[in-house]
């Protein structure tokens, strides 16, 4: 009973060393990246080892990344208008938003689920977690939120979005994203191409800007029309 007991003990012991080692790491992790940028992230190891393994499928990686200074101000615009637009309000969530989803999705039980991901979250479910529903990556994905908002400005928060987030099948980033649909640099951008770039963020690997949908030309008119409304309350 006393080997059982020491055994346990020890086992704690470990169990408790290992999470403050995590801890501690978690945090090195997002104070480096507050400067450095940011080499791949899970979801773009998953989406490789997916092509990889799917032989219909055309192996796709491309990524650049660039200064937020390298991307065209319409850009950080158009995802805020469509993705966030309480973005440099809030300190990482927006509760209303949160709130209204919620009761959705309890009217709307067995249907689709809604969510209410702030570009915060987003960042951080994008940088550092896997791609789940799970109460266990949601809850690493609070936890990571509230690091970047406390470590990172917003400014850094929209320039490692910008740069992380999957904009197309294999395609990563606003770099890569301009040049593969409109064959130019990101700071190029008019306001009509970073709306439609916005457009398809919400689900990147079905809808292409290859050959935009009716629906898609949809949101990018009502995604401009935010922009408008939007203009001169924008400031980095």
Known sequence: MEKLKEYF???????????????????VCVILFRFV??????????RMFEQVTDDKKEFRFKKDWVSFDEISPNLPMAV?????????????????????AMEYNKKKKGKKVKGASTISQQTAKNVFLWPSRTYLR?????????????????????EVYLNSIEMGDGIYGAQAASLYYFN???????QGEAALIAAILPNPRKWSLIKPSGYLFGRKAWIIQQMNNLEGEIKF
């Open 184 to 190: 130019k640099d990101a700071k190029n951008l008019n």
């Open 138 to 158: 949601k809850g690493f994905e609070v936890y990571f939120t509230v690091l970047i908002e406390l470590f990172w400005n917003k400014k850094r928060i929209m």
């Open 37 to 46: 940028p940011i080499p791949i992230t899970p979801l773009m190891v998953i």
């Open 80 to 100: 805020i208008s469509s993705e966030d637009q309480l973005f440099l309000d809030h300190n990482g969530f927006d509760v209303n938003a949160i709130k209204k």
């Open 9 to 27: 003990k020890r086992f704690f012991v470990f169990l408790a060393k290992l999470m403050l080692l995590l801890f501690g790491l978690s945090i």
